[in-house]
């Protein structure tokens, strides 16, 4: 075997042909019975140089690659741990806290009770324990209460529970003696428009008579669209009422986040005489799932079974499908989860009547089948 010997030696690993460029075996059989490595040079001629420096980045490895040993027979196989599809519910702080509180200071208030076994609602929750504290607090310095203001701001999308705190709110101010009666009257900001201040004003009467309450008026934001003639009147003469009745009636007000920011700027007195402000956040998709769940069970009475099991892979589709139109104006929440459920159950029902048609056996109309809803 012949090489090029260079003219003017420098080293046993440099050829005359410089620069070196790539690493290449010359045959395979010399590289198996030599264990060497073989440079070959840049330029057109054939020649070959032996090599006896590595170079790192251009090696040819020349040991034989470690053949896989199957594992015997009797050796299990290592599970591969496959993570939740669904996130878990995360804990609530805000029950927590209630429940320290019950436990340790002997804290009692069925509407908190109620409001904390709700789905969801971690910041509406907080923000009533802190109103709870308020008054607890006021209560033990011997503090006038009616001359608080609690008129309250409920922001949210449609289906996240406005309605249901309102009047879990309008009981516990009730009952912590902040208003002298209970009665709960609610409207909305397109009827109060249509009926005038002369109908409101008797509505205001009717409820001073009764001993006092809330009156709680959903989608406010109707008082001051353009297509409301009466509603600019029926406001001011609100405004005037919400600061005169303080201690006797409180107003709740409800709608969109963004439509109730132009509420508010109609009139720099409104902020003012609705200090307290509830935010209701989207569900999210485990939130949803569970208000699917909660729905099944309680319209069926716990005996509708799920293809999957509740909280299953199908129930987990269908709360992410529900969950799709999060975050914009007018995403129903829970309201679209009962659409979703009527949905569900108009196929069922379709599904069975063709096997009880083609005299498919049992039928169950206690199931919801994955594969044809």
């Known amino acids: 075997m012949h090489y090029c010997i260079p003219k003017n030696r420098i080293g046993p690993s440099r050829c005359q042909h410089t620069p070196v460029y790539k690493a290449v075996p010359r045959r395979d059989r010399g590289i198996k019975k030599s264990r060497k490595t073989w440079w070959k040079c840049g330029q057109r001629s054939k020649c070959w140089g032996k090599a006896t420096t590595p170079v790192s980045h251009e090696l040819i490895t020349t040991e034989k690659s470690k053949k896989y040993t199957k ?8 599970k591969i741990k496959v993570p ?26 069925p ?8 789905i969801g609602l971690e910041f509406v929750k907080k923000k009533f324990l802190e109103i ?56 909305t900001g397109s009827r109060l428009s249509n009926e005038g201040v002369l109908q409101c004003q008797k509505t205001i009467e009717s409820l001073l008579k009764d001993g006092g309450g809330v009156i709680f008026i959903d989608e406010a934001y109707q008082l001051v669209q353009a297509n409301s003639s009466g509603g600019g009147q029926v406001l001011d003469f609100l405004l005037a009422e919400v600061e005169n009745l303080t201690g006797k009636i409180v107003f709740i007000l409800a709608g969109y986040q963004r439509q109730m920011e132009q509420f508010f700027a109609h009139n720099p007195g409104l902020p003012s005489r609705f200090p307290h ?18 729905w099944i069970e309680k319209t069926y009475q716990k005996r509708m079974k799920i293809d999957g099991d509740p909280g299953g892979l199908y129930c987990r589709i269908v709360a992410r499908r529900i969950g799709r139109g999060r975050g914009s104006d007018g995403f129903a929440n829970a309201r679209a989860v009962e659409n979703t459920v009527t949905k569900i159950t108009e196929r069922q029902a379709k599904r069975v009547a063709r096997e009880r048609r083609n005299g498919s056996g049992i039928v169950d109309d206690f199931f919801l089948d994955r594969a044809r809803h």
């Open 111 to 118: 509407e908190i009770d109620q409001l904390m076994d709700m």
């Open 277 to 294: 402000e509830l935010k209701f956040e989207d569900f999210n998709d485990t939130e949803l799932m569970l208000i699917l769940e909660h």
């Open 132 to 187: 709870k504290q308020k008054v607890d607090l006021a209560i033990r310095q011997n503090i006038d209460l009616s001359s608080e203001r609690y008129g309250t701001v409920l922001l949210g999308n449609p289906g996240t529970g406005k309605t249901t705190v309102a009047r879990l709110y309008s009981k516990f101010l009730a009952t912590v003696g902040i208003i002298p009666g209970c009665k709960f009257i609610e409207t």
């Open 84 to 109: 939740d599809a669904m996130p878990t519910q995360a804990i609530s702080e805000a029950k927590a806290e209630w429940n320290y509180q019950k436990t340790y200071h002997n804290s009692q208030s």
């Open 71 to 78: 594992p015997p027979s009797d050796e299990p196989r290592k």
